[in-house]
């Protein structure tokens, strides 16, 4: 059966240090693979996605992820934190013919000044 | 207008009540979704329309009751709720025929079941 797990409900940082979501996948089949942001009161909003190609994906607001099918993850960085990132975001699935896209349950980054 | 809109963005609804929530997309897409989005539980699917038909039914209850006009409009009629169904509901689009399902989200609605 197809999953995502975030590990982390919650993660805090400080404002100007890395920021990492982790987010692991189960698929039977390629995948393709997005993050989505949340902010209060808003839908969700595409931050990047993974089809084919280059593992290493750049989004906006200087995120990226990069996808290792070896581990089957799809990690969620950003070099330097920003007020502005907090929010909630989450990693979803999706597959060739499908119009299930499976969410996971969410990331929510607090960051500290 | 631009996107994905939800109206009403907020609603307070009794148990007898009947009400509408209302998506519209101006993406020129054709598959549109309602999702619900409940505190501390992952994003659930309710419908999915492809090409303005029904695709996907997560055995969701028959007191929600989708409608799809045409590809730019989507509908969720609400009768006689229960106050567990009192969430975030949110509409999405995408193009079907691409082989990447990204999809664009509205801003939702929030309903409080009284």
């Known amino acids: 059966a197809q999953s995502v797990t975030q590990l982390g409900s919650h993660v805090s940082v400080s404002e100007g240090a890395l920021v990492l979501l982790r987010c692991n996948y189960s698929s039977s089949v390629p995948p393709y693979l997005f993050w989505y942001v949340q902010y209060p009161n808003q839908g969700l909003q595409l931050l990047l996605k993974?089809?084919?190609?280059?593992?290493l994906v750049k989004g906006i607001n200087g995120f990226e992820a990069e996808f290792k099918k070896s581990e089957t993850s799809f990690h969620l960085t950003k070099p330097s934190a920003h007020m502005s990132d907090a929010a909630e975001y989450f990693c979803?699935?999706?597959?060739?013919?499908?119009?299930?896209?499976?969410f996971g349950a969410g990331t929510r980054l607090f960051v500290k000044a | 207008e631009t996107g994905v809109t939800q109206t009403p963005r907020h609603l307070v609804m009794g148990m007898t009540n009947k009400k509408s929530l209302k998506c519209e997309q101006h993406l020129g897409h054709n598959a549109m979704y309602w999702y619900k989005q409940s505190a501390k539980k992952p994003l659930e699917l309710m419908f999915v329309?492809?090409?303005?038909?029904?695709?996907e039914n997560n055995s969701v209850p028959s007191r929600f009751s989708p409608e799809c006009p045409n590809s730019s409009h989507l509908f969720l009629h609400l009768h006689t709720l229960q106050p567990e169904d009192s969430a975030l509901y949110l509409c999405?689009?995408?193009?079907?025929?691409?082989?990447?399902?990204?999809?664009?989200f509205g801003p939702g609605t929030r309903l409080t079941v009284t």
């Open positions: 979803a699935v999706t597959f060739t013919g499908g119009f299930k896209t499976i």
């Open positions: 993974y089809t084919t190609g280059a593992t």
């Open positions: 329309y492809s090409l303005e038909e029904r695709v």
């Open positions: 999405a689009s995408s193009q079907e025929g691409q082989a990447i399902y990204e999809q664009y």
